[in-house]
């Protein structure tokens, strides 16, 4: 259920088992929904949870100040208050280390995952190694980032601290405006690539390889016998099978709802645009972020896509040009000539979010149905093994990771 970009690699591993696979997905095509235009970083190497000590500091002074990263409008929604009631107990050091550390793990773990599928699998996305680079325009900040960076690289990330210059021998398009910044955190290993052009020519590859794919048919709901899904009723009908994978992204709580199971699961909005750079001068060899202004860029074949902001306000998607202002901004200074900015690509989607920032996966209630769900700013990044993990469980395998603290409450 899903062909978002955690439904499509779930499909590819069960495939890959042997399994006969069926997609459902209401869009006419994959990744039509939170997977269309992220920010296509692979990111490792930024694996930090969100709820941080810092982070109720920083979503108060959004109540007044509409220029931070993370911000949020109170509202009368329960889900909401439930969701932040349990995200603000995260957020102190403790649950942030822990939390890292294992976001860290599932991240690192889903790169061998997502090498053996490329490798096995070829299709195109638009893929940039090299790695990625986050940028400090403060020697306090930088400072602060390279400590908080131990606990990445204790969990086996490889991590570099560059100086302005050894940003440059990096990525030589920032070399103009070098001086801005005290320091660069680089992690070489990460990388990046457009997942929804992953996400669609994988399931053109799967469709070739006898996968199911049933587009434009929305599910509405379960014919449930006992503790068994007997059925997924959707606007075309039943559909049978012998497990079941929920991968609905922030849609996923209102289906578990109706299974009597509570998924901690909200949509954080984020916006991004995207630009042509055929032709142009000085275009980023490498995505990074700007960590003053949280701006993210990311080359993209002769695209650059640029994203920002995380704002709790519910499902809504709208978007209007003033959203994009600052991000627009900052990349037009750090990039002045990499693209044509007259020509711009407007998109805002929904992070299925979990308070502690890792997935929810494995069994609740149902015998036959499985959870891979909730992967939240990281989706493309922990997919893929999220996605094995999933189909090893169904296998009844052990994971090759542990998953403390993301299997779901029964
Ligand atoms: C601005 C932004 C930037 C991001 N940047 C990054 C990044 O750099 N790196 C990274 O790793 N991650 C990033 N992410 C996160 C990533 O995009 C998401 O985690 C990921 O796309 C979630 O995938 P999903 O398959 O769970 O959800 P979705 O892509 O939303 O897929 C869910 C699917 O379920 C379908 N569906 C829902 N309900 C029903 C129903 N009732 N019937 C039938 N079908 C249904 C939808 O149509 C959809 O196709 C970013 C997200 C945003 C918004």
Redesign the pocket.
Known sequence: ???????VTTAYELNRDGFEVTV????ADA?????YA??????PGHAYAWSSPAAPGILMRSLWRNDQALRFRPNLDPAFWRWMWRFWKQCNAERALINTTRKARLCGYSQTVFHDTVERAPVEYDGHTGGLLYLYRSAPSFEAARTKSRILTEAGCRIESLDADGIVRVDPALGPVKARFAGALYAPGDESGD?CMFARNMAAWLKGQGVDFRWS???KGFDLEGDHIAAVVTDKGRLTGDAYVL?????SPH?ARSLGVDLPIYPVK???VTVPTEGRNNVPTIGGVDEETLV?YCPMGARMRI?ATAEFSGYDRSHRPSDFRTMLGVMKSLFPDAADYGKLDYWA????MTPEGTPILGQARHKNLWYN?G?????????HGAARITADLIAGKTPAIPLDGMLVAA
Not at 31 to 35: E, G, Q, R, V
Not at 38 to 43: C, D, E, P
Not at 247 to 251: C, D, E, P, T
């Open positions: 259920m899903g062909a978002g970009i955690v439904g459902i997905d209401r869009e990744a039509a929904f939170t997977s992220n920010a296509g970083l692979f990111a997942c048919t929305e599910i991968a609905l992204g922030v849609y289906l984020g916006y991004s993210a994203t989607g929904l992070r299925p769900t992967q939240g700013h990281m989706g493309w990044t922990m997919s």
